[in-house]
């Protein structure tokens, strides 16, 4: 198998290669559950009609709407519509509640190497910080129809990718750096894998 002898001949420790294993794996099941639940009715409709979802909405709107407030701009709130005085206001529909980027972060650390107790709080503190990154995209989307109604889906376009997925790759780089420790041990994935692969591709020596 030529591509097994290549990779071999990196020399690669047992402890990146488990490492390395893990993020894959971590990734893949969190792109997977993230898709299913953001762009398959089947699966996102009962979440996104719960009443989970409305209350975190109200919460997302409530932090956005004080933003605003505390910027010096008179609000309307009706139903999931939020903006400033004077403008369209901007929709909170599903798609725009961040569940994607939550539970890209949330299976990610879940299935990451780490103590139970480190994941509990960092969690916690991720989606908390995820939440409010999210409603300071909407006061800027918010500003930017105020003062340039016309490049309000522009501006949205942009905002979105540029403040969510660099903090969502910063909270995983985070925790890989720091709490994310490889056991020692084998670990069931790495077994698989190496059962699969024959024993000599993981054989560092």
């Not at 894959?24 to 996102?44: G, K, N, T």
């Not at 206001?89 to 599903?94: D, E, M, V």
């Amino acid at each position: 198998m030529p591509l097994f002898k290549s990779i071999n001949r990196l020399k690669l420790s047992d402890s990146l290669i488990k490492e390395i294993l893990q993020y894959l794996f971590s990734f893949s099941i969190a792109w997977v559950i993230a898709s299913l639940f953001s762009d398959f009715p089947f699966f996102s409709q009962p979440i996104e009609n719960s009443g989970f979802t409305e209350y975190y909405r109200d919460f997302l709107m409530g932090l956005t709407n004080q933003q605003l407030h505390g910027l010096g701009h008179q609000t309307f709130w009706y139903g999931n519509t939020l903006g400033i005085e004077g403008t369209a206001g901007l929709i909170f529909a599903y798609g725009c509640l961040g569940y994607r980027i939550l539970l890209f972060f949330v299976v990610f650390i879940v299935f990451q190497f780490g103590s139970f107790f480190h994941k509990i709080w960092y969690l916690l503190l991720g989606i908390f910080l995820i939440t409010w990154i999210n409603s300071l995209r909407v006061v800027i989307i918010a500003l930017g129809q105020f003062h340039n109604p016309d490049y309000t889906v522009l501006i949205h376009d942009t905002v979105s990718p540029v403040l969510m997925y660099p903090l969502l790759l910063a909270l995983w780089l985070i925790w890989l750096k720091i709490f994310g420790k490889v056991p020692e041990t084998e670990t069931m994935l790495y077994k698989i894998v190496k059962f699969i692969a024959k024993a000599p591709l993981f054989n560092s020596k």
